[in-house]
């Protein structure tokens, strides 16, 4: 079992294991489902002291927090629960668009705790970034479920450094969930200085690459209901899919030499970017949610962290991270 914690934040903090959960693929867009090996799952991190679980309203859409909120019946004061808001979608799946506007907010937030059965959600993130409603409203929608206890703190997801700027003026931000890996480097420019000149802790989404890191992902062990074999996601296509395989050979030959899997170096490359950054790797199955529970015990030495991004370079990875990328604040 882990006990090691990180806090995220330093003027709305909160602390949570240092490695977290993200619990979407229970429920969507990577092959088929199973609800009671999700539940089986969330529960095994809780016992191992993966506590920080991570969900939103749409995925599923909406079932994945019904999901979290079966598995932590019973258990709500040994987890930090993060959901997100702001991808709205219909029951049937249907995609209406990115919503920002403050009676969303509290109309979403409200349908989550239903859905996840508790009184109220410790990390609550805007999920994508609303343009066309200006992110102080937004956050100040945000800010009143604070004063009304139905959150505890705040957080934003792939916000460009001026909207994070914005939002931090309105209310202390706790955590900036975006997607972050060996594969995906780009925050270092801007938007990793400025969170923490504010204080605001880092939360990577997709920390081994949509699973391309694991070592385990070649082109036939996508499956026709995989999202990734979709053409949503460019770096699992044709050519792209080649070359990026070639540079996660790389990283298993690194990994061999540290005696840990692909995944284990790639998450333990992550958690060595500070004291602050949380990854959040999803899974579905135990063994591979103890496998990346692993990843805290590989140290790595400043050379061991040159050596990765040498086999790794960060202009090497051929493809962008999604075919659309519209919804990304940049």
């Known amino acids: 079992m882990t006990t090691q914690t990180r ?3 330093t003027t709305s903090p909160l602390t949570v294991s240092a490695l977290g959960l993200g619990c979407m693929g229970m429920s969507e867009f990577y092959g088929t489902a199973d609800e009671q090996t999700g539940i089986d799952t969330i529960r095994r ?13 749409m995925y599923g859409p909406f079932t994945n927090e019904q999901l979290v909120g079966r598995a932590i019946r019973g258990r709500r004061d040994e987890v930090q629960l993060a959901t997100k808001f702001g991808n709205e979608r219909t029951p049937d799946g249907g995609w209406l668009g990115v919503n920002g506007s403050p009676d969303y907010v509290r109309r979403a937030c409200d349908a989550s705790l239903e ?25 100040g929608a945000m800010k009143e479920l604070v004063d009304a206890g139905k959150v505890r703190h705040l957080g934003l997801s792939e916000a460009s450094a001026e909207t994070i700027r ?3 003026a309105v209310h202390p931000i706790t955590a900036l969930q975006s997607e972050y890996s060996l594969f995906t480097r780009d925050l270092d420019d801007e938007v990793l200085p400025t969170v923490r000149e504010l204080g605001i802790g880092l ?3 997709s920390p081994l690459g949509r699973g391309i890191l694991t070592g385990r992902l070649t082109r036939e062990s996508l499956d026709a209901g995989d999202s990734r074999a979709s053409g949503r996601f460019p770096r699992f296509e044709g050519e792209a899919l080649e070359a990026n395989l070639a540079l996660v050979e790389q990283v298993g030959r690194l990994a061999a030499e540290h005696g840990c899997t692909p995944g284990q170096l790639a998450l333990a490359w992550v958690l060595a970017q500070g ?10 199955r135990v063994a591979y949610l103890e ?30 991270r999604y075919g659309d990328m519209s919804t990304i604040d940049r």
């Open 7 to 9: 806090t995220l934040g």
């Open 45 to 57: 991190a809780i016992d191992l002291g993966a506590t920080f679980l991570d969900t939103a309203d």
């Open 115 to 139: 859905r996840l059965g508790v009184d109220h959600i410790d990390l609550y993130y805007q999920h994508r970034v609303d343009r066309t409603v200006p992110i102080e409203e937004t956050v």
């Open 166 to 168: 914005r939002a931090h």
């Open 203 to 205: 939360v990577p989404y």
């Open 275 to 284: 004291d602050d950054v949380v990854p959040i790797p999803g899974t579905k």
């Open 291 to 320: 496998e990346n529970l692993g990843a805290l015990d590989v140290r790595l030495t400043a050379d061991d962290l040159a050596a990765l991004e040498a086999a790794v370079p960060r202009d090497a990875v051929v493809g962008e």
